[in-house]
């Protein structure tokens, strides 16, 4: 297997994608420069502390948009500090979170947050409920939504349920990045991985087990060849 050791960078001009940590059930966190845009992806427990260190106070203030793939914690356990960072801080430029349809996690937080913070919020907040897999611009960034296949244990442990999720490709000068989130092999993104410049694939199991949960290295890797370079991501430590 592709070995692989936090941060993962990859860079083609001024197009870049730093990808802090990605680790099963404690956290993820992704920074995408395209130009002099900054966008964050899957902001997890302690994405704070790693923008601190990678950027610092002014460039995170000018981060404009955070796409969530889908509300698990450890993709979005960063959010709150986040949020509260930038007020701190006073941020004044809008924030606009992009999230799947149905992630009542990222709409708990925010309802929560403004309740908080109702007089003293210093930056708009702007969410982006994603309902469907139309591309849409942000920036120089053209942004493709769709949808992936990610389940979650219920209480039994043993039934699962599938929760809101997205895979994004983010497009920026005839470059492709394509992030498929937490989600089993499906074909959505076999697809959209295909042919991109970097796939982002997540290989959440051994081969040796099964379950419809994850991707298994040998189905990510299969995925990440089809791209002209990809990383194998959320792999257990
Ligand atoms: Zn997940």
């Known amino acids: ?24 059930n404690v956290a993820t966190g992704i920074l995408i420069t395209a130009g002099s845009a900054l966008v964050v992806v899957d902001p ?29 914690h450890d993709h979005i356990g960063g959010v709150w500090s986040f949020l509260t960072y930038l007020r ?4 004044k430029t809008p924030l606009h979170i992009h999230y799947p349809k149905g992630c009542i996690e990222i709409e708990s937080i925010y309802n929560a947050f403004c ?19 139309k591309s849409y611009r942000r920036h120089n960034i053209t942004v493709k939504p769709f949808e992936v296949v990610h389940k979650e ?37 076999v697809n959209m991985a295909k042919g ?8 959440g199991h051994d081969d040796s087990v099964t379950d419809d949960l994850h991707m298994s290295h040998s189905e990510a890797e299969k995925i990440g060849m089809s791209a002209k370079d990809y990383f194998l991501v959320h792999v257990p430590e």
């Not at 895979?167 to 920026?172: A, I, K, L, M, Q």
């Open 115 to 133: 309740k908080v913070y109702s007089k003293s919020i210093t930056y708009p907040i702007l969410l982006n409920k994603i309902t469907s897999s």
């Open 1 to 24: 297997m592709k070995e692989q050791k936090y941060p993962l960078n990859w860079q083609k001009d001024d197009y870049s994608i730093k990808i802090f940590c990605s680790i099963p």
């Open 88 to 91: 701190v801080m006073n941020k």
């Open 153 to 189: 244990l219920l209480v039994d442990k043993q039934t699962t349920k599938q929760v809101p999720a997205l895979g994004f490709r983010f497009t920026y000068n005839q470059k492709q990045i394509c992030y498929g989130g937490d989600t089993s092999y499906c074909a959505n993104l």
């Open 44 to 72: 997890g427990d302690g994405i704070l502390r790693d923008l601190n260190k990678e950027v610092g106070t002014a460039k995170i203030l000018g981060i404009s948009d955070v796409f969530i793939t889908h509300g698990h």
């Open 196 to 203: 991109c410049d970097l796939a982002i694939v997540e290989a």
